[in-house]
């Protein structure tokens, strides 16, 4: 018997022996409804345990990109602004209201909750916040994501007579300006700068790119990996829950706070019914479906589409949770390396003529028809339906094997010795049309889907090499230029028009997020376009002109919009699985006996 099968028996036999005492048998006679709360009868407790694919490695409250650190560190950290979850819309948090705007739109006007306050019990004031904004303009901080969305902030100025009140001055009107306060999480400067090394150096300063000794000393210690990992260096914030334990590849912990400056008031975003919620780690599909039906899993906004055909099948599921399956506002993207280095990447993806036959090359609706779900969306951009951005004028790229072989050969690669594989000769050297392509392996309909595209485009002339791993093992290679291709899932809050700036612009590279390496003049000046309009119609039409420019030149391969899965356990109240991230308010879930 092989050896991978005995390891997922075993894992599964285990999961089911750990937690088949937690499993209630008795049915949705357990939970009654009274008054609109559902009043739960079973043996199953308050506190909450969720999902995670696979350990985050890193939740730097700055630093760190993936979306996962938002999912947990959402409930540590607060912003002065946050989304809510059932509407979209702006909310306060740390401050009291929306800001004031001036006339000219260029003066943001803040002011903080009295009551608001650090895990250390003390004050949040504005200078707390000057010194946020100090970390945004850092140059030695390793934070290139957030700081992509700097370009128009020229200022933050302190109120004298009042330490609860500040301005932020932008240098331009844009549409972007409105959502600056849901940039960062807020960090408290009494935990991480004791010693007060930003108070030397004015945000001016820091903005013009000069800094001193001291903040450089300060930045490298607080680039290293463990300000995301260790869990007494990840206790500056101000949100409901602490991070109590971190057990790698297993499980994250965070604990109710009572001594939290929010717990009376009546807003569900300052919510803690929960008295723990457990991260578990489950990398196996299989797992998570043994756990659902186990009830020891309570919430799960990542399942495959194979564990939700399962569990939407199970009368017990059914019984004890609340499955749902909506469209998302990600898009599953190719992303192609447009500046390889042409020694370890080879010289194939800066041609646009390459980039256009590896589309052509994919039978998408064919593959997707096979492997994916039927209410998955085709993608045609970026941007998803819905979306103010969204170019519905814009086909999705149609399959097209003999124009994907024309634009090869156009392009010089031939197959000349009989091998299948195109080859071209590059500065003196016989360059094989081969490239490798990173994704991750945890879903089997990705894996199947990969493979279905490897045979599309071998057929044409290209060799690929399939690389299976997870995205905290090839995110490092992707920020850093060293792939080929990259199989990545990236959105945008859906009440948001697009924002091409920091996937696009070409100062987005080689540091920010603009990991295909694409430039383009025009584009550019589209996009900064874009962020001064404030008329919606003249946007929404240079976002167009976007668009229809990256449709043209193929960048990025734009696949499908997937649909998120979900599934909430019934015996808690609260439990409304929405669109936007992160979905379910886990702080929220309450118990009712």
């Keep these: ?122 004050s949040i004031t504005a200078e707390d916040i000057l010194f946020n904004f100090k970390l945004l303009f850092c140059e030695d901080i390793q934070n290139n994501a957030l700081k992509a969305f700097n370009d128009y902030i020229k200022d933050v100025q302190l109120d004298p007579n009042d330490p609860l009140k500040f301005n932020i001055v932008m240098t331009k009107v844009n549409f972007i300006n409105r959502y600056i306060g849901t940039l960062s999480m807020m960090l408290n400067p009494r935990f991480y700068d004791p010693q007060g090394v930003f108070k030397e150096v004015s945000l001016k300063e820091l903005r013009e790119g000069k800094s001193n000794e001291a903040i450089k000393r300060w930045a490298e210690e607080f680039n290293d990996i463990k300000y995301g990992r260790e869990v007494n260096l990840l206790q500056g914030g101000s ?64 399942l495959t589409l194979n564990a939700f055909q399962q569990l939407s099948a199970d009368k017990l599921v059914a019984d004890h949770y609340k499955i749902k399956k909506q469209s998302r506002t990600t898009i599953v993207q190719l992303i192609l390396n447009n500046r390889p280095d042409g020694i370890i990447q080879a010289p194939i993806f800066n041609d646009v003529s390459v980039r256009k036959a590896a589309q052509l090359a994919l039978p998408l ?30 086909q999705a790229f149609p399959y097209d094997s003999a124009a994907a072989k024309l634009y090869l050969k156009s392009a010089g690669w031939m197959d000349t010795d009989g091998d299948g594989v195109r080859e071209k000769e590059m500065n003196g050297r016989k360059i094989k049309l081969k490239f490798g392509i990173d994704y991750p392996p945890q879903n089997e309909v990705i894996k199947d889907m990969m493979d279905l595209m490897k045979k599309a485009w071998e057929e044409v002339g ?132």
């Design 1 to 122: 018997m092989p050896e991978r099968f005995l390891s997922r028996l075993f894992l599964l036999l285990s999961l089911a022996l750990i937690v088949s005492c937690r499993s209630d048998q008795g049915g949705a006679n357990l939970y009654q409804e009274k008054d609109g709360k559902i009043i739960y009868k079973g043996e199953l407790g308050s506190n909450v345990v969720s999902h995670l694919l696979g350990d985050p490695q890193s939740i730097h409250p700055t630093n760190s990109t993936l979306r996962q650190k938002d999912e947990i560190l959402g409930y540590v950290y607060e912003r002065l602004l946050d989304q809510d979850l059932a509407t979209g819309d702006l909310m306060p948090m740390l401050v009291r209201s929306l800001p004031e705007v001036s006339k000219d739109g260029l003066t943001y006007t803040f002011n903080l909750r009295q009551e608001a306050k650090w895990m250390d019990g003390s």
């Design 239 to 302: 949100g409901p829950y602490k991070l109590a334990e971190w057990e790698v590849d297993q499980k994250i912990v965070l604990l109710k706070r009572e001594d939290y400056w929010a717990k009376e008031l009546k807003e569900k975003y300052f919510d803690q019914k929960p008295g723990e919620i457990t991260f578990r780690v489950i990398k196996d599909e299989q797992a998570v479906v043994e756990a659902i039906r186990q009830q020891s899993l309570d919430v799960s906004t990542k």
């Design 365 to 394: 609706d064919e593959i997707m028809f096979k492997k994916l779900d039927t209410d998955y969306i085709r993608a045609n951009s970026p941007v998803s339906p819905g979306n103010a951005h969204y170019n519905s004028n814009l």
């Design 462 to 593: 290209f060799e690929v090499e399939l690389k299976p791993q997870g995205m905290r093992a090839y995110l490092p290679d992707l920020v850093s230029g060293k792939f080929d291709a990259s199989l990545l899932p990236l959105g945008a809050p859906p009440t948001l028009p697009f924002d091409y700036h920091q996937n696009y612009f070409s100062s987005n590279w080689p540091d920010g997020e603009n990991y295909s390496g694409y430039s383009n003049a025009e584009v550019d000046t589209l996009i900064n376009k874009v962020r001064r309009e404030m008329n919606p119609e003249l946007r929404q039409r240079y976002a167009f002109e976007i668009s229809q420019i990256l449709d043209e030149e193929v960048p990025v391969i734009y696949l499908y919009q997937p649909t998120k899965k979900m599934a909430v356990h019934k015996r808690f109240n609260n439990g409304t699985m929405h669109k936007v991230p992160p979905y379910v308010g886990l702080n929220s879930l309450e118990l009712i006996r």
